[in-house]
């Protein structure tokens, strides 16, 4: 969690910062801490993260958007390289695996303890404690599979909106999950689509403009998400389909325009908790991945890697890895062996 000083210090740059720009990671979590940090004081612009890292390519956005300050939100990797070229104040707020980095402020629960596991939200909501972005606050928390501290005072202000208080009925059985699942999917399809439904989405003041299309925007969003969200019911249903006996849960899906490995895993994770879920979409030669379970599938993924053109990682029970197609049987074979060994 970020301290007073911390908190302090980051609500103090957000204020004095004429243009700022943020960088966040193009999940919920990541979507939801840019919306907490922007409506603040609605000043400077957002721009989506599609891989692990901020590098050198994001030069030109700071060169295009001239800011005075720069947020990271999210994002598990900034090069060091981007660092020392950016010439302006770095404010980095992550919960991902810590990195050793100069020229930047890093805020990071990780690095004081290993085991912590806060969203970029939930940080993001320290900051802002606009009331009405609470609901915000809780999608950001929810789409990083966890159940925040505030989750009794959201209840209250939204009764309708979330009645459980265990993730699997509040992510899949609430209204609440809905605007979750709405979080990732607004962000899938072609750029100028995706930007146009941010945009909209700073200026939305209430949960309620989306679920009951009250607005011309909220009408808009929701019929957006529900072309994309007729897509993943197609696939999700076909998975279902490919369940067995097995501890491991296997879907290959081939999807040209938009991804969906991470929302399926994390579906399938809470329809059949007992099982390893892997998700795999073959695209340019690569199977690119999301590894989910209700255990720690972390170590066993690390040691699948050996040996294996490919890379992976993330959080203990739910990861994601990237593996060339000619090195993929003997990724799974190992995977495999390792879940075993450690049931």
Same mark, same amino acid.
């Given at each position: ?10 609500? @103090? ?6 243009? /700022? ?65 950016? @010439?302006? /104040? ?60 505030? *989750? ?6 939204? /009764? ?7 993730? *699997? ?11 979750? #699942? ?13 930007? #146009?439904?941010?945009? *909209? ?28 969200? &007729? ?5 999700? #249903? ?22 969906? *490995? ?31 379970? &209700? ?28 593996? @060339? ?8 074979? &190992? ?9």
């Amino acid at each position: 969690m970020l301290t007073e000083k911390n908190v302090s210090l980051l609500r @103090k740059e957000l204020e004095t910062a004429k243009n /700022p720009l943020f960088f966040y990671d193009s999940d919920g979590d990541g979507l939801a801490a840019f919306l907490l940090l922007y409506r603040i004081h609605r000043e400077g612009k957002g721009v989506r993260i599609n891989t692990s890292s901020v590098n050198i390519h994001g030069l030109r956005k700071v060169e295009e958007l001239n800011p005075d300050k720069i947020f990271i939100l999210d994002i598990p990797v900034v090069d060091q390289e981007f660092l020392d070229q950016v @010439k302006r /104040p770095v404010f980095w707020i992550d919960h991902h695996q810590p990195l050793h980095r100069t020229k930047v402020q890093y805020f990071n629960p990780r690095i004081q303890d290993s085991d912590a596991y806060i969203p970029t939200s939930r940080m993001a909501w320290d900051i802002s404690r606009e009331s009405a972005d609470l609901w915000i606050a809780m999608i950001g928390s929810l789409a990083d599979w966890h159940l925040p501290d505030f *989750t009794d005072d959201f209840i209250a202000q939204y /009764p309708d909106l979330l009645k459980y208080k265990d993730l *699997t009925r509040a992510s899949y059985k609430s209204k609440i999950g809905v605007l979750m #699942k709405f979080f990732f999917f607004i962000q899938k399809g072609p750029s100028h689509e995706v930007h #146009k439904s941010v945009k *909209t989405l700073t200026r939305i003041k209430s949960p309620y403009e989306i679920l009951n299309q009250e607005t011309a925007q909220g009408k808009f969003l929701w019929a957006r998400f529900q072309k994309i969200n &007729q897509k993943y019911d197609e696939l999700l #249903k076909d998975a279902k389909t490919g369940v067995k006996g097995g501890k491991i849960l296997l879907y290959h899906y081939s999807e040209n325009l938009w991804s969906f *490995t991470a929302n399926l895993a994390n579906e399938l994770m809470a329809l059949y908790p007992k099982k390893v879920i892997i998700i795999a979409r073959n695209k340019g030669g690569e199977m690119k991945c999301s590894l989910r379970a &209700q255990f720690k599938i972390s170590d066993a993924l690390e040691k699948a890697l050996h040996g294996v053109e490919g890379r992976g990682g993330g959080h203990p029970n739910a990861c994601g890895a990237v593996i @060339k197609e000619e090195d993929w049987a003997l990724f799974l074979h &190992q995977f495999k062996e390792e879940i075993k060994r450690g049931t």
